[in-house]
């Protein structure tokens, strides 16, 4: 059983930095495909982002976090993570660590991360003015 164990959530200030980690065990290290997405209260699931193992790591963003967040991936380690800057009041959510089922969650792109079948409980993001 795939498992996933995010961390580094908490309370930060608008402009703020923070870093999220994902450990990953049982999933096939160095390929496949992994992302984040996030969820706040009363709000449908958004695909935040995404990194394609398999093809060279590839990233794609929400539109709404280019420029700002950054996905990556230490193989050695098996951790994934989620570099986020600049954050703003709007990026308060509960940021879940995803990652595609092998032949059947086939789209490796951020708009697809929060449909992938391997998720997290979840760290909590709260960005105050």
């Known amino acids: 059983q795939v498992q996933l164990v995010e961390s580094g959530g908490g309370s930060v200030q608008v402009g703020g930095s923070l870093r999220l980690s994902c450990e990953v065990s049982?999933?096939?290290?160095?390929?496949?495909?992994m992302g984040w997405f996030r969820q706040a209260p009363g709000m449908e699931r958004e695909g935040v982002a995404a990194i394609d193992i398999d093809s060279y790591g590839r990233t794609s963003y929400a539109d709404s976090v280019k420029g700002r967040f950054t996905i990556s991936i230490d193989n050695a380690k098996n951790i994934l993570y989620l570099q986020m800057n600049s954050l703003k009041a709007e990026d308060s959510a509960m940021y879940y660590c995803?990652?595609?089922?092998?032949?059947?969650?086939?789209?490796?792109?951020?708009?697809?991360?929060?449909?992938?079948?391997?998720r997290g409980q979840g760290t909590q993001v709260t960005v105050s003015s």
């Open positions: 049982r999933y096939t290290p160095g390929s496949g495909c």
């Open positions: 995803a990652a595609a089922r092998p032949f059947l969650d086939r789209i490796c792109h951020s708009d697809a991360v929060f449909r992938w079948g391997y």
